[in-house]
């Protein structure tokens, strides 16, 4: 996840760690060497809604590495025994790979990043979140100096408060970007680190699972994140931050702030107006300002973007019974509100032109959705949003 720091915010398809479907794996069967001694192997994990893409695929390329990468994973300290578990159902998925070369950027302003991670559904589930697991939040926030709300803000924009935790087989995926090789060494130190978990008996190989790039758990730790910071506050031997149970994640979250430079009983920021917005961070030119602490530094820690540190506060202080932001944000380069946006998807939706919701967010979905409405009146097809289209949809 990574972020500018000019006028737009450079935002992957990776961010806020949400929007994961439920993947599951299937083997592909294929028989090499590495089957023949128990590394790979034939038997499903038959999960349901796995996309073909992220099926495991013959590739004889991977099959290969995988031989090589064998010898070098023992020389590490990794058991054959913990190497046979670990792949006995991991393959090459091809999807891994695609989704690794078309991360493509999307511009967004900090108005539709907070929008996204700052939204009524977000601030809502969040209240809920705390209050379910508020005796463990505060917890944390006594033993570790975290707030117990910028805790569950994190948990909420890395996987919506554990809904959306993803179903990749990790040692699949950081195996299959190893061998792909544009960040080949960065993820076979990542796949050691998963197999070193699996050999410390804190989660088993079936049940390692998180995004496509390998980030794991409510909290979305990659595997060398979590071997330097995880941590059993549960007591029960192992850092189980897969679990349904939240517990081990979201105290992993505290230790790493902790552990990051957070300082017990300060804020990471706050919003400010006039004369002390001088000297302020103003990510967007002609938004709100903020005046930040260390512990915003603390937050870019865990992602190093102003927009998402912002937006973590901003979600902590909303799901402690916060206003939402005082300040406004100006037309966009169309010269639109976000009123107006909210005003053109409604009015395109009620035209039977579907932008798939309302958000004021002018993504793909409403970017066609106006090529088509423009198409429909003998216009060209440009995608492109106006005032002149806004008010044509009367």
């Known amino acids: 996840m990574s972020f500018s720091k000019t006028t737009t915010t450079q935002i992957s398809r990776r961010s806020f760690g949400f929007g994961f479907a439920a993947f599951g794996l299937v083997a592909c069967g294929n028989v ?9 192997g034939s038997t499903p994990l038959a999960k349901p809604g796995l996309p073909a893409d992220l099926r495991p695929t013959p590739n004889a390329g991977y099959d290969a590495w995988v031989d090589g990468f064998y010898s070098r994973a023992q020389a590490q300290g990794i058991s054959e025994a913990t190497l046979r578990a670990g792949f006995r159902n991991a393959g090459y998925l091809p999807g891994v790979v695609k989704r ?21 559904e977000r601030v809502s589930k969040g209240r809920a979140a705390y209050q379910r697991h508020r005796k ?21 924009l890395e996987s919506f408060y554990g809904e959306r935790r993803g179903d990749v087989p990790v040692v699949s995926a950081t195996s299959t970007l190893a061998y792909d090789g544009r960040r080949g060494a960065f993820f076979e130190k990542q796949l050691i680190a998963a197999l070193k978990i699996l050999q410390n008996g804190d989660i088993t190989a079936n049940r390692m699972t998180g995004s496509w790039a390998g980030a794991m758990g409510h909290t979305q730790f990659i595997p060398t994140s979590y071997q330097a910071f995880a941590v059993d506050f549960t007591g029960d031997g ?10 081990d994640a979201l105290a992993s979250t505290a230790a790493y702030l902790q552990r990051n430079g957070w300082t017990r009983g300060t804020r990471w920021g706050r919003e400010v107006t006039g004369a002390a917005a001088a000297g302020a961070l103003q990510p967007q030119p002609g938004g709100p300002s903020f005046a930040v602490t260390g512990n915003f530094k603390a937050i870019k820690r865990y992602n190093n973007s102003d927009a998402y540190a912002i937006g973590v506060g901003h979600l902590a202080d909303r799901i402690a019974g916060g206003a939402p932001l005082r300040g406004t ?17 409604k009015r ?47």
């Open 238 to 247: 192992r850092r189980d931050i897969w679990s349904e149970d939240p517990t």
């Open 136 to 156: 463990t939040l505060l917890a944390l926030e006594a033993k570790y100096g975290v707030d117990a709300s910028i805790i569950a803000a994190i948990w909420g």
């Open 100 to 120: 690794d070369r078309n991360q493509t950027e999307f511009k967004r302003t900090l108005e539709d990043y907070l929008s996204i991670a700052v939204s009524d």
């Open 329 to 345: 944000f100006p037309p966009d380069a169309n010269g639109l509100t976000k009123d107006d946006r909210v005003a053109l998807q």
């Open 348 to 394: 395109l939706t009620a035209k039977g032109f579907d932008t798939d919701g309302a958000d004021g967010i002018l993504g793909p979905k409403s970017q066609a959705a106006i090529s088509a409405y423009q198409s429909s009146i003998g216009l060209p097809a440009t995608g492109t949003p106006s005032q002149e289209l806004l008010r044509g949809l009367k």
């Open 32 to 40: 090499t060497s590495a089957d023949q001694r128990g590394v790979q």
